[in-house]
């Protein structure tokens, strides 16, 4: 009998090459629609500003320290963090609005419509990542242990986005429509701010403190801070995900990937059905 199943390598490359459409296809929309870009960029420098300056004066950096330095590392971690927002809600305005049908109507190879928005979102979190290291630098933050350690941090911070943004299209196709997930939004923010981007987790409770402390947002917030050099790296008797900051986000990355990236195709899938 006959296999007609293409090779592997030909549906990989028809998967890489359909989805780069479709990012590109991303990158044409907020063209049209300039505001939700320009609302993007904005948000992290609205952030430096509100957290620097207003939170900066009342709160005290572990071991001493300029907390705008202490609180860069935890920003960056805010805004990777909402990638899950970003491609929820675009997912589910696409299939609420019949857009998930006509792309299943064409024939495309089924993982492109999520490489798709996962790549558009990649790249709008560069541009974010860009406009917050520029805010932080005039706010006075800079990383201080070299070119490769602040490389790898940034490394960091694109793998975990990328793997958010599987979650996010998970999410995004199991909600019923644009509407709810729009009505979602809020409920992701306590997350990021249950963790150490903003304040140190040793005053918190201990139930409280072991969520925070087993938080991704957490992980990545203390990878950076320890490959930049900032105040604030965790040290002593903390839990393994502070102990190993680097080591744990990229078990998260991995664990997420492995996860939604299943999920969202089976979702993907059934949504049609």
């Known amino acids: 009998m006959t296999d007609l199943a293409p090779p592997l390598g030909h549906r990989l490359r028809w998967t890489f090459i359909d989805g780069l459409t479709l990012v590109g296809r991303e990158l044409g929309r907020l063209r049209q629609d300039p505001g939700e870009l320009v609302a993007a960029l904005v948000f992290p420098a609205v952030m430096v500003v509100l957290f620097g300056y207003v939170f900066g004066s009342a709160i005290q950096v572990p071991d001493g320290g300029d907390y705008r330095e202490y609180l ?6 805010m805004v990777t963090f909402s990638a899950v927002m970003g ?3 675009r997912m589910a305005a696409d299939a609420s609005r019949g857009v998930m049908d ?4 064409m024939p495309m190879a089924r993982l492109a419509v999520p490489f798709g928005q996962t790549g558009a979102d990649l790249l709008t979190g560069l541009l974010m990542l860009a406009i917050m ?3 932080g630098l ?3 933050w800079q990383p201080h242990r070299g070119l490769i350690p602040t490389v790898q941090a940034f490394l960091l911070m694109i793998v975990l986005r990328y793997a958010l943004g599987w979650v996010g299209v998970y999410v995004g196709l199991a909600v019923k429509n644009d509407q709810v997930a729009d009505a979602m939004v809020p409920l992701f923010l306590p997350f990021t701010m249950l963790s150490n981007a903003f304040v140190p987790t040793g005053g ?8 925070a402390d087993w938080n991704p947002v957490s992980a990545l917030t203390a990878a950076s801070r320890e490959l930049f050099g900032n105040p604030g790296a965790p040290s002593g008797d903390v839990a393994w995900p502070l102990a ?3 080591a744990a986000v990229l078990l998260w990355s991995a664990a997420l990937l492995v996860v939604f990236v299943p ?5 993907y899938t059934r949504r049609g059905r």
């Open 138 to 140: 005039l706010v006075g």
């Open 204 to 211: 918190m409770p201990g139930w409280l403190r072991f969520l």
């Open 87 to 89: 491609v929820m809600t």
């Open 263 to 267: 999920l969202s195709l089976r979702a």
């Open 244 to 246: 190993h900051p680097v």
């Open 72 to 77: 860069m590392p935890g920003l960056f971690a």
């Open 102 to 105: 006509r792309f299943r109507s």
């Open 133 to 135: 290291v520029s805010a």
